[in-house]
């Protein structure tokens, strides 16, 4: 297999180089709420790539393997948004609450980001549903459902009606946060009739109504 080179890779874009069928990037495709491992897939169609799983893997295993430049951090670009560092403190301290991560990004990418926003320190089980592994949001989230077999009560945060959508199909409580390019009725219609009403938010800035919203106030 020739080689892979992937460049650029950020919140914003991402291209991927072989000799035979030059540059790709992100931008050429449709890549909000979805899966980094969708997204390449699409990449490669663009291009008219004869593509296979082999061929996919090692790109993803390049993914995996990518650092900035110098002087480039995985947090630029990126930002914490409203109350979420709050939010995630309040909940590490009630003694039944597990957080996961589910996202459309590779998992070693993820963390990088997470580290670089030092909110990685919540995630202290470090379990989850990744897009390197998956096509969609639906199946991430139903393996990090998979992990905690035990689990009564589970909420799903996101921002894409993607997000909305995997949590209705795997019987998870949506969390719709309008803080993304997305409106409360595209949220609310990814949902559909199988999941009834999500629960919204215009952002998580204040931490005690939200846990209140989801009746975990008292856990403290």
């Not at 080689?3 to 050429?28: A, F």
């Not at 893997?57 to 948004?81: C, F, M, Q, R, T």
């Not at 989230?141 to 199909?169: C, E, I, N, V």
Request: net charge neutral.
């Amino acid at each position: 297999m020739e080689p892979i080179n992937v460049k650029e890779y950020n919140s914003r874009s991402c291209e991927v180089r072989t000799r035979s069928w030059g540059v790709v990037g992100v931008s050429e495709v449709p890549h909000h709420g979805r899966t980094d491992r969708e997204i390449i897939i699409d990449m490669l169609k663009i291009k008219g790539v004869e593509w296979n799983p082999s061929m996919l893997k090692n790109i993803i295993h390049e993914v995996a393997k990518y650092e900035p430049e110098a002087g480039v951090s995985w947090g630029d670009g990126l930002e914490v948004l409203p109350g979420v560092r709050e939010l995630l403190s309040r909940l590490c301290e009630m003694p039944d609450v597990t957080i996961g991560l589910v996202t459309g990004n590779v998992e070693a990418i993820a963390w990088k980001k997470l580290d670089a926003l030092k909110l990685s320190q919540y995630f202290k089980t470090r379990f989850g549903g990744f897009g390197g592994d998956f096509n969609t949001r639906r199946e991430c989230l139903q393996f990090a459902k998979s992990q905690y077999p035990q689990a009564t009560r589970l909420f799903h945060f996101g921002d894409a009606p993607a997000d909305m959508d995997a949590a209705a199909h795997n019987k998870v409580t949506p969390v719709g946060v309008l803080t993304g390019i997305f409106n409360i009725d595209q949220l609310t219609e990814a949902v559909g009739s199988n999941g009834g009403s999500p629960i919204i938010f215009e952002d998580l800035s204040n931490t005690k109504a939200v846990l209140s919203r989801l009746a975990l106030s008292s856990k403290l």
